[in-house]
């Protein structure tokens, strides 16, 4: 069965500092990736999936990009964080055809100050 | 466009009460419904599924969920809740023409047990 593994759980960094949140993904192979955040007391907003290598979809314009290096490696980035970028981000993955399902990974929580 | 509704933000239950949450969805096509749970700090955890076939479906933890197509729902139920259920609950329908496969979640329904 599949495992996600995000990193780091949690981060504290200053307004207009860079971010970079890592995905990864075992016992599957070319699995659809997506992260979400989930802001405080609010629920799961659609920030960025992709379909394979390179292919990255966004969902919401904001200072927040994506990267998928590897088939099983995303990556969540910013140049300069805004305090509206706290939140819990969490990264799923959809296995292959057939499966619609997502599952999730533990969530990294950013606290921007 | 699709979309699910939780008309509940928050229910609170007794332990050893029976439990409901409810799931409305807004779908063209025959969907494909999800109910997720999440513990605070944590990541969203599978408990069910409903793809086809039979309309009761049962999930981990000792929940089930009922697909109504005539009321567009699919509540989730558990008859006797224990204190570890305390949790936020989500319902998802997945887009399944939409380029992605993504999924529609609910607002999420938090649930409170007293002892």
């Known amino acids: 069965s599949q495992t996600i593994h995000q990193w780091p759980a949690t981060l504290v960094q200053p307004v207009g500092s860079p971010l970079s949140l890592e995905c990864t993904v075992e016992?599957?192979?070319?699995?659809?990736l997506y992260w979400y955040r989930q802001a405080a007391g609010r629920g799961l907003q659609l920030l960025f999936y992709s379909v394979g290598i390179g292919q990255i979809s966004s969902e919401v314009p904001q200072n927040l990009s994506a990267s998928r290096p590897q088939d099983r490696q995303f990556i969540l980035s910013s140049k300069k964080l805004l305090l509206s970028d706290s939140g819990f981000y969490l990264c799923?993955?959809?296995?292959?055809?057939?499966?619609?399902?997502?599952?999730f990974g533990p969530g990294t929580r950013l606290t921007v100050t | 466009a699709q979309s699910v509704t939780q008309p509940d933000i928050h229910i609170t239950v007794s332990e050893g009460a029976s439990l409901e949450l409810r799931c409305n969805y807004s779908y063209g096509a025959t969907p494909y419904l999800f109910w997720y749970v999440q513990s605070p700090g944590q990541g969203l955890q599978l408990l069910l599924k409903?793809?086809?076939?039979?309309?009761l479906v049962q999930g981990i933890k000792g929940f089930e969920a009922e697909f109504k197509r005539s009321q567009s729902s699919f509540n989730l139920r558990k008859p006797s809740v224990h204190w570890s259920d305390a949790a936020e609950y989500f319902c998802?329908?997945?887009?399944?023409?939409?380029?992605?496969?993504?999924?529609?979640f609910g607002g999420g329904t938090r649930v409170l047990v007293k002892p």
């Open positions: 799923a993955c959809r296995l292959g055809t057939g499966a619609y399902e997502q599952y």
């Open positions: 998802a329908v997945a887009q399944s023409r939409a380029a992605g496969n993504k999924l529609t």
């Open positions: 016992g599957t192979s070319n699995p659809n």
């Open positions: 409903y793809f086809s076939g039979d309309t």
